[in-house]
């Protein structure tokens, strides 16, 4: 009798293993088959990662740069590492580099699947809920981006294995080696070169951090020594940019993406009445002469336009429109409230669950260069009353995900708070925090849905979590 018992333990122990494991190879083939049939996807963004790619293979990146040349804006502009992989996949595999890219991507895609099924599983005790909460992630925005040519795919992979270790060391109080920390700061440290808003995103990590710190060692001491190794990575990779770029140009930065980013929200605060752009300042006059309509489009070509006008360099221009967008939001702090609030939009609030809507997207974008959503969805008939009917209702899934995180978290983590501190209720928080805070961090400059996929596997695990709760006594 007790054989029989531990053979039915093992067979009980296999089964979510088996359904895993099945569950991931799904996941492979479905990636896969979607990449031949598709093929590698584009968007407007591809191109000026590629023409960086294009001057990295050819020598025009690496060498002395002019910050004065009509070239400096664009060699600038971006963090260097998705153009370095671009390049390099091009030196690999030729004109079949974007197909190389795109697969490299999907690994990364399915690798933070992985991660996120082992957190998932640790945390919620059921591995059905588990395999339904990472496939919500991986059938949704990532399923688009990983075999799309820009950097969201590979960032959002590289964050979401990074928290999901985080989370998952957490909820196992396991004592973590310090060269295993160590590897697992190279993961936003990657993502700096892929993304240089990284190191504000990691300031909406510090709440999750600060759960692994507390499970993983014992006192004050043996916890900022972690919280510095975890950080150490990110650090050099910024001082190494910022010195890389100051070797080639005199000048130490990261990207001069702020030139034109910070003016988003600007222009928008012009539109609703605040004389922004009235100041008595250069840089600020000849951009009120070159935005002729006050929109975001226009914004590109007139910053470019303003820099040869006034004889001044991308960089210079990036540290002007940063201190213009910080005098502006003082002077007028209730407009600048308003356009953050209107970046708001519903859609972003129903994006955990949407694998109709991302199978719609790539299926429309078969052409090779990506379509929005709504160009997925037919113009007329049973067809669009169909799509928009499935589309609305995993969206409703996905606005009952966010409600369960935001407010259930907290007033289940309220109710329970009697009984003592729960680490499980801690992590769940500080991963709500997490959404919440990248959404917020976006929404002060300007917010697209590619953006926020890193925290999308929180709503359906918060949902997952409340439900198990509620089941148990």
Partial sequence: MTVAREVGARETAAAPRS??????????????????????????????????????????????LDLHATNSALLTARAPGYPALLALAHRVAGTSGAWLLALL???????AAVALHGFARALLGNAVAALLVTAAYATSLPLVLDQTL?????????????????????????????????????????????????????VTV??????????????????????????LPLAAVNAGVSAFNAAR????????????????????????????????????????????????????????????RLGITPVEMAKDVRGFFLRSIAAYPGVYASVVLTELRPRYFALSVAPAASLGTLIASRGGALVSVSQSIPTAG????????VYGATALVAGLCWLAMVPGLPLLAL??????????????????????GLLLLYAMVHIEARYLIPAEFVPPLALAYLLLAWRRP
Wanted: hydrophobic share 55%; net charge positive; with cysteine.
């Fill in 19 to 64: 359904l895993a494991l099945a569950a991931l190879i799904a996941l492979i083939l479905l990636k896969l088959a979607l990449l031949l049939a598709i093929g590698p996807l584009t968007s407007p963004d591809t191109g000026g990662y590629a023409a960086i790619a294009d001057a990295m293979r050819h020598g025009g990146y690496w060498g002395r």
């Fill in 415 to 436: 109710a329970r708070a009697r009984r003592g501190f729960a680490l499980d209720i801690a992590v769940l928080l500080a991963l709500a925090a997490f959404h919440v």
């Fill in 150 to 202: 820009l950097t969201d795919g590979p960032y959002a992979s590289l964050m979401v294995i990074f928290l999901a270790h985080l989370g998952r060391y957490a909820i196992q109080r396991t004592r973590v080696p310090s060269r295993t920390i160590l590897l697992l700061g190279l993961l936003p440290a990657a993502g700096l070169l892929l993304r240089e808003s990284t190191t504000q995103v990691m």
């Fill in 382 to 389: 049973a067809g669009r009353l169909l799509t928009l009917g």
């Fill in 105 to 111: 991507q999907i690994a990364l895609g399915v690798a």
């Fill in 206 to 231: 510090l709440p999750l951090i600060a759960c692994f710190l507390y499970a993983v060692r014992p006192g004050v001491l043996p916890r900022l020594a972690v919280f510095i190794l975890l950080l």
């Fill in 249 to 308: 140009s005199g000048a130490s930065f990261l990207s001069t993406g702020l030139r034109t980013a910070l003016l988003v929200p600007l222009v928008q605060m012009e539109a609703r009445g605040a004389p922004v752009f009235q100041a008595d300042d250069p840089v600020v006059r000849a951009l009120r002469q070159e935005i002729k309509e006050w929109r975001n489009a226009v914004i590109y070509d007139a910053v470019t336009r303003t820099e040869q």
